[in-house]
């Protein structure tokens, strides 16, 4: 559908906000004139959020259209009014950071009025996390506050602070009062500690540069062997629609707030089986590569498969790629030309500008099926 785009999901947040204002049905005209759009487009809008499935598309199930004699009722759904009320609902003496999704009061103005409306919109959370390996701050990321222990694995094997799951011994995450933000308590093995110490770096990062952190040119491995698969993997066309097509109504973060990226593990008939969402996308894909090193996971979700982000493709999503074996990377978005040389020499597929009507293979196509 046309409608998974950026505008348009700017839309469904928008809508969402107003209808977890009222408790009662909103009529579609009054809901146009509130969001200074027209039916049509707000109608799309609605197919997107909506319970039913309209061609590969599988709604969301968070608002529900109804039939009043001649006037057409829209509201939201026990799921939606639970998600859209989740950072409302904590108590005075949780924290926010257990949603990712704080509530703060802004002015909406619309272009074709003169009066701006004041309302409560949902915010991302983006706090500094720090990575503290056996008592030693090794990282400190700015990064959404969720899932953060598939974030310290994903982090430590995509970095290669660690070579398996198991050389973390403990891990516990910690509020500072001092200084706001939370550190993860990671205890790795003693050979893995020392082998640490050896190239240590101070690593502050930010939503948007991989560099960040590195000590000199020279610890930017611009080398990457090929990755290791027993069978060339093949994707096909339709698999890659169909995980496009879920992969909006999947992100529950973004969906409130527009702010956040995507990492996806997709299996080769295009079903997403898991996902994760951060401010970044370095972070969303440690994230991912995280909970996919999980015992629990890997053997329920030990199967083939690919990546798809809703970001840029970046030199170092491609190193965190190559370091966990993925075959294929795709994404919303373009690759970077050292992204693609990277890509390259792993031999991994790169796939970029993923939309309904098409996509742009950068590396290797021989890992896609000729249809």
Not at 223 to 242: F, N, Y
Request: overall charge negative.
């Amino acid at each position: 559908m046309e409608s998974l785009n950026y505008s348009q999901d700017k839309l469904s947040q928008a809508l969402i906000a107003e209808l977890a204002q009222h408790t009662e049905a909103l009529s579609l005209p009054r809901l146009c004139k509130r969001l200074g759009v027209r039916q049509s487009t707000l109608l799309r809008c609605i197919a997107y959020l909506g319970k039913e499935s309209i061609g590969q598309h599988r709604g969301a199930g968070w608002v529900h259209l109804q039939r009043d004699g001649e006037r057409s009722l829209l509201s939201l759904t026990e799921e939606g009014r639970r998600v859209c009320e989740s950072a409302a609902n904590q108590s005075d003496g949780e924290p926010e950071v257990q949603t990712g999704v704080v509530r703060r009061m802004v002015q909406r103005h619309v272009f074709a009025s003169h009066v701006a409306e004041e309302l409560i919109d949902q915010v991302a959370l983006e706090v500094p996390v720090a990575l503290v390996y056996n008592g030693v701050s090794h990282a400190v990321m700015l990064a959404t506050p969720l899932d953060l222990e598939d974030f310290a694995l994903g982090f430590s094997l995509s970095e290669s602070i660690i070579d398996d799951a198991s050389e973390i011994y403990d891990m516990e995450c910690q509020s500072t009062l001092e200084v706001p933000g939370i550190e993860v308590q990671v205890q790795i093995s003693a050979e893995r500690f020392a082998a640490l110490k050896e190239r240590r770096r101070h690593l502050a990062g930010n939503t948007g540069c991989g560099l960040c952190g590195k000590d000199s040119l020279q610890a930017l491995q611009m080398h990457l062997a090929v990755i290791k698969t027993e069978s060339v993997q093949r994707l096909s066309k339709g698999s890659l629609l169909k995980a496009l097509a879920g992969l909006s109504s999947l992100q529950s973060i973004n969906l409130q707030t527009g702010a956040v990226h995507a990492a996806a593990w997709v299996d080769m008939a295009g079903e997403i089986l898991v996902l994760r969402e951060d401010v970044g996308r370095h972070n969303a894909l440690d994230k991912l590569l995280g909970a996919l090193a999980t015992a629990k996971i890997k053997t329920k979700f030990q199967v083939e498969g690919f990546v798809l982000m809703s970001s840029r493709l970046s030199y170092e999503l491609v190193q965190k790629a190559s370091r966990a074996n993925i075959a294929i990377l795709a994404a919303l978005s373009a690759p970077t030309a050292l992204a693609i040389d990277l890509a390259e020499q792993a031999g991994i597929c790169l796939i970029g500008f993923v939309r309904h009507h098409g996509y742009v293979v950068y590396t290797h196509p021989e890992r896609l099926l000729a249809e």
